[in-house]
């Protein structure tokens, strides 16, 4: 998976239930981020972290959640406050301040039943 | 914050046609400008990228403009084939502030045999 590993592929939720995804990374990277991809919507950024112990917001962070404990691990919570949590969740890492691009996962498919 | 539009969002071409998505950004401190190509189920994978000192790089049979004045670039694919169906995402980012890329809504290439 180039580095980047996401788990698990598919996953289903009841409504209210919290969900965790995992993403994690052999590349030594920095910085990771996590992404959600609706169709026609693009990628919207909802965290992202450029050290261990710190994250950012970003556009969408509304009913998510993140730590950043490891340097290789940076999991995301899908909380019951997500009105729409139904997605494609990908998570990306860099190297910080490298104008590189990013190394993305293969993706989180999440379906609330 | 920094805001990408992306058109169009569907193109079809024929076979050998050329294919040109164009993108326009907001933030003027925006320096790195990558695009990604999505085939159907995949992740999205850096297919070039260039950078605010450079006005254009090409890559085999793709290439990338940049107008830093008009805050627009353009990705060009020439001699198209049937492998360059996918979604294409263009994207923007300023490596100096965080290293958060913003991206486009996408454009979902078709190519006609």
């Known amino acids: 998976d180039g580095g980047i590993t996401q788990s698990p592929k598919y996953l289903f939720r009841k409504e209210g239930q919290n969900v965790t995804l995992s993403c994690e990374q052999n590349?030594?990277?920095?910085?990771m981020y996590w992404y959600r991809q609706d169709p026609g919507q693009g990628l919207r950024l909802i965290y992202y972290?450029?050290?261990?112990?710190?994250?950012q917001k970003g556009d969408i962070a509304e009913g998510y959640s993140v730590s950043r404990e490891k340097k290789e691990s940076f999991p995301l919570t899908v909380t019951s406050a997500q009105k729409n949590p139904t997605a494609f969740y990908l998570c990306?890492?860099?190297?910080?301040?490298?104008?590189?691009?990013?190394?993305f996962g293969s993706g989180t498919r999440l379906t609330v039943v | 914050g920094e805001n990408v539009e992306q058109h169009p969002s569907t193109l079809s071409v024929q076979e050998g046609d050329s294919a040109v998505i164009k993108c326009t950004y907001s933030?003027?401190?925006?320096?790195?400008f990558p695009w990604y190509k999505q085939e159907l189920g995949k992740r999205p994978q850096l297919i070039i990228d260039?950078?605010?000192?450079?006005g254009e790089k090409k890559d085999q049979r793709i290439a990338v403009t940049l107008n830093k004045t008009a805050k627009h670039f353009s990705l060009h694919i020439t001699e198209t084939q049937p492998e360059d169906s996918a979604v294409y995402f263009c994207?923007?980012?300023?490596?100096?502030?965080?290293?958060?890329?913003?991206f486009g809504k996408g454009t979902r290439l078709h190519i006609l045999p």
């Open positions: 990306a890492s860099s190297i910080a301040g490298t104008s590189n691009g990013y190394t």
């Open positions: 590349l030594n990277h920095d910085a």
């Open positions: 972290s450029q050290i261990v112990n710190d994250f």
């Open positions: 933030d003027s401190a925006s320096n790195y």
């Open positions: 260039i950078r605010s000192n450079v």
């Open positions: 994207a923007a980012s300023s490596m100096n502030r965080d290293d958060k890329i913003i």
